[in-house]
C-alpha cells in the first residue's frame, strides 16, 4: 500500500517520539495538557450536557453557542464563528479552505509543529520567520521581508507553544494590515501571568481568529474549538469543515455553552488555573536556575520554559534523558530549526514533578560533564 503523496514526508511528530520512551519511573515534562481535573461544578455541566440531544448540529455549530462566542466580539454570530473540533481541526479547516500548491505559509520558527505540516499536506512551501531570543518575540523587519506575492498565510501564535512568549498589540496590528490572511492561534490566550494578552480579533478584516477550550479548561479530550474570521472567508471554512468533521461533538458544544452561560464560575475557574500554572512557574524558573544554572525570560503565557542546553544536539539529548535520567523533555529543534540548542520544558506538572524532573537533568548533565 503507497501512500498519498501529500503525507510522504509527515511523520510521527519527535514529541510523540519522546514519549514512546517513558517507562513508569519517568517524569513526564514534555506534556502539551493541563495538569487540572473539572471541578463538581464543570462535572455537573458536562452531566448536563450528555442528557441533551445527540443530533447533527448546523455545520458551524448550535447557534445558541455561537452567539455566546460572539459576545463583545466583532464578529456576527450567523455568518462569522464556525465551531470546530478542537483548534487543530479549524487549522486543518483553515488550511483546506485557502492553501493552494505552490503556495507559501509564513511559520513561527521556533513553533506549533502542526503549521509547517498543514503546509506540507496541502503542497505548500513552509516559509519560517524567526522568533529572537532571549525574549523570543518576532522580527517583524524579517517577517516582512520574507512575504513575497504568493504568501498565502501568515500564521502567528500568542502566547506562544513552545516558547511562552506573548506578542503586544502594536506588532499585531501591523502583522493584520501587512496583506496576506493572517492566522492568530490564540489557544494558549486565557493562560498568563501578569496581563492578558492582546487577540488579533477584529485587527483586519484578513485576521482568522483561533481558540478553544483544551487549555483553558483542560478538555483536551472534548474537542471544542472556535474560528472567528469575516463572512467572505467564513463561508469558506465551514465548506471544508462540513467535509473534515460535519460538526464538532454537540454533547462538547451544550458544555461549552454552559461554561460561557455562567461567567462568575468561568471568571473565578481561569483565575484558579492562572494561580496553579504561576506557582509551577515560579517551581520551574527556580530549579532551572539552580539546576542548569541559567536564567530564562519569565513565559509571560502557556506553561512552556524554552531553556537553553548545553552545546549538543537537542533530539540526542532529549532521547538520552529519557532513557538515561528518565525525565522527557521535547527537544527544541522539533519546533524548527531556530529551535536547536534548546529544550521545552512543560510546567504542565506537579511541583514536586517539576523540581524533581529538572534535578534529574542537572544531574544527569553534571555527570556527564556537561
Ligand atoms: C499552539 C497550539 N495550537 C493548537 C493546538 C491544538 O489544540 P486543540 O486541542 O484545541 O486542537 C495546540 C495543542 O497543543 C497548540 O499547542
Request: charged letters at 20%; hydrophobic letters at 45%.
Amino acid at each position: 500500500m503507497i501512500p498519498a503523496d501529500r503525507l510522504a514526508t509527515v511523520e510521527l511528530s519527535l514529541i510523540r517520539q519522546i514519549n514512546a520512551l517513558a517507562t513508569p519511573l519517568s517524569i513526564n515534562l514534555g506534556i502539551g495538557e493541563p495538569n487540572v481535573e473539572p471541578d463538581e461544578r464543570l462535572r455537573e455541566m458536562a452531566r448536563a450536557a450528555i442528557t441533551t440531544s445527540w443530533h447533527y448540529s448546523p455545520n458551524a455549530g448550535h447557534l445558541s453557542l455561537r452567539k455566546k462566542l460572539c459576545e463583545n466580539t466583532p464578529y456576527d454570530a450567523k455568518s462569522e464563528v464556525c465551531v470546530t473540533a478542537g483548534t487543530q481541526e479549524g487549522l486543518f479547516s483553515i488550511f483546506t479552505a485557502f492553501v493552494n500548491p505552490g503556495d507559501e505559509v509564513l511559520v513561527p520558527n521556533p513553533g506549533f509543529l502542526v503549521y509547517a505540516t498543514l503546509a506540507r499536506i496541502c503542497g505548500a512551501t513552509v516559509v519560517t520567520y524567526d522568533m529572537e531570543p532571549p525574549s523570543w518575540q518576532i522580527d517583524l523587519a524579517q517577517l516582512e521581508r520574507r512575504i513575497t506575492p504568493r504568501t498565502k498565510l501568515i500564521i502567528v501564535n500568542s502566547p506562544s507553544n513552545p516558547l511562552g512568549s506573548v506578542t503586544d498589540a502594536a506588532t499585531l496590528q501591523h502583522i493584520a494590515n501587512l496583506g496576506p490572511l493572517v492566522v492568530s492561534d490564540e489557544v494558549y490566550r486565557e493562560i498568563w501571568y501578569d496581563a492578558p494578552p492582546a487577540s488579533m480579533s477584529g485587527m483586519s478584516d484578513n485576521v482568522l481568529v483561533l481558540s478553544g477550550l483544551s487549555k483553558s479548561h483542560a478538555m483536551t479530550g472534548l474537542r471544542l474549538g472556535w474560528i472567528h474570521a469575516r463572512e467572505a472567508l467564513m463561508k469558506t471554512i465551514v465548506t471544508a469543515h462540513q467535509y473534515v468533521a460535519t460538526c464538532a461533538s454537540v454533547v462538547s458544544q451544550a458544555l461549552a455553552e454552559s461554561i460561557f452561560s455562567d461567567p462568575e464560575w468561568n471568571a473565578q475557574w481561569l483565575n484558579g488555573i492562572r494561580a496553579q500554572f504561576a506557582t509551577q512557574r515560579e517551581a520551574a524558573l527556580y530549579a532551572i536556575e539552580h539546576e542548569l544554572e541559567f536564567e530564562i525570560a519569565k513565559p509571560a503565557g502557556a506553561f512552556y520554559a524554552f531553556a537553553a542546553i548545553p552545546a549538543c544536539d537537542s533530539i540526542s539529548l532529549a532521547k538520552t534523558l529519557a532513557t538515561d535520567a528518565a525525565v522527557l523533555v521535547i527537544p527544541g529543534v522539533a519546533f524548527g530549526s531556530h529551535g536547536e540548542g534548546f529544550m521545552r520544558i512543560s510546567y504542565a506538572a506537579p511541583v514536586e514533578q517539576i523540581t524533581a524532573g529538572i534535578e534529574r537533568i542537572g544531574r544527569w548533565l553534571r555527570a556527564n560533564n556537561r
